[in-house]
């Protein structure tokens, strides 16, 4: 199967669906063992302040991957020579999908680095077109193909 735009979105969105699922369970098994919990004093507590720290961090755990989906389920990049979020980009260096910071994924065996576009080196991509190219980490990278 050819790599395409539709086919890195369908799995990006795959997997940010499974980690959504993770945390919602991680979130219902904090709050029944929450319910579990029971002591007297202090114990009882701090208990209390850790378990309320530990739902908030999950919490917004899911915030930032249910937003992930929503940027995601958003992507439509109109067919303009140059890179827009939503692109799929072939370089010199490997292939890159313009849409959250997710970081390195594969699809049909081949590496995937899912990038923001307010990310450095999403910044840098912005704007160009194939055959342009860009400097980072002290390497000419050059644009290929954009999908």
């Given amino acids: 199967m050819e790599l395409n ?10 997997i940010l669906e499974q980690k959504k699922a993770s945390i919602l369970h991680i979130q219902q ?6 319910d579990a919990k029971s002591s007297a004093g202090d114990k009882h507590e701090t208990g209390i302040a850790m378990a309320h ?7 917004k755990q899911l915030q930032l991957v249910e937003s992930m989906l ?4 958003k992507l439509t990049p109109l ?18 999908f313009l849409s959250v910071g997710l970081g390195k994924i594969e699809v049909d065996e081949k590496p995937i680095y899912c990038l923001s576009s307010q990310s450095p080196i999403g910044q840098q991509l912005l704007g160009k077109q194939a055959n342009d190219q860009i400097r980072w980490q002290d390497k000419n990278i050059t644009i290929l193909e954009i999908l």
């Fill in 79 to 96: 067919a303009l020579p140059k890179i827009q979020p939503g692109n799929l980009i072939h370089t010199s260096s490997g292939w890159y």
């Fill in 29 to 34: 098994s904090t709050v029944h063992s929450n």
């Fill in 53 to 59: 720290l530990e739902q908030e961090k999950i919490g």
């Fill in 70 to 73: 929503s940027t995601v389920n």
């Fill in 5 to 14: 735009q539709q086919l890195v979105k369908k799995e990006l969105l795959s």
